[in-house]
């Protein structure tokens, strides 16, 4: 059971930096739907992600289409805004792998692959009259987290003692 980020045609390369730093500490591997906002080789997005890029299990796919084939029948989750569903609602704890799909940063996923599939299309709650949209990384954070700890955090440290502990 595999938690994947799937960014779709992601603009911002501090973004996916930050979202490769969460792909790294909850062992999620990272799908990127090209084309890609960015060089992978821009200086910001290594900075957003430090050291972690060794330790992110990354995946680039052509297009849609080409993701889609790979994908095949597993269970694929759209997360936007404009779903009646929140993502806390399902059940991650199935034993199967889940792939969380995000639309770029300033027009989200297609209108027309959101329709097709209007019932695999998650929202996370909020105040849409504040704010048109949670900072793409953020909301990455969120869903990934709700299906591990629906799941236990499989493989991950809940206690961790360090060298130097603060709390000694």
């Known amino acids: 059971m595999t ?12 973004n996916t ?3 490769a730093r969460t792909c790294a500490a909850t062992n999620s591997p990272l799908h990127l ?8 080789d821009d200086k910001h997005l290594k900075r957003a992600g430090l050291d972690y890029w060794n330790d992110v ?3 680039y796919h052509k297009d849609l289409a080409a993701f889609l084939s790979f994908l095949g029948d597993q269970p694929l989750h759209l997360i936007t805004k404009f779903a009646n569903q929140t993502y806390s609602e399902l059940d991650y704890t199935d034993g199967k792998d889940h792939y969380f799909m995000f639309g770029k940063e300033t027009t989200g996923l297609p209108e027309t692959f959101m329709r097709q599939n209007s019932e695999k299309c ?9 704010v048109r949209s949670l900072n793409l990384s953020n909301t990455v ?5 709700e ?5 236990a955090f499989p493989n991950l440290e809940l206690k961790h003692h360090y060298d130097n502990d603060k709390l000694d």
Request: negative net charge.
């Open 3 to 14: 938690n994947h980020i799937v960014l779709f045609e992601p603009q911002i390369p501090a």
């Open 17 to 19: 930096g930050n979202i």
């Open 33 to 40: 739907i090209e084309p890609l906002g960015f060089s992978t």
């Open 57 to 59: 299990n990354i995946t």
């Open 122 to 130: 998650l929202r996370i709650p909020m105040n849409d009259e504040h």
């Open 141 to 145: 954070a969120l869903v990934v987290y």
């Open 147 to 151: 299906a591990l700890r629906q799941q």
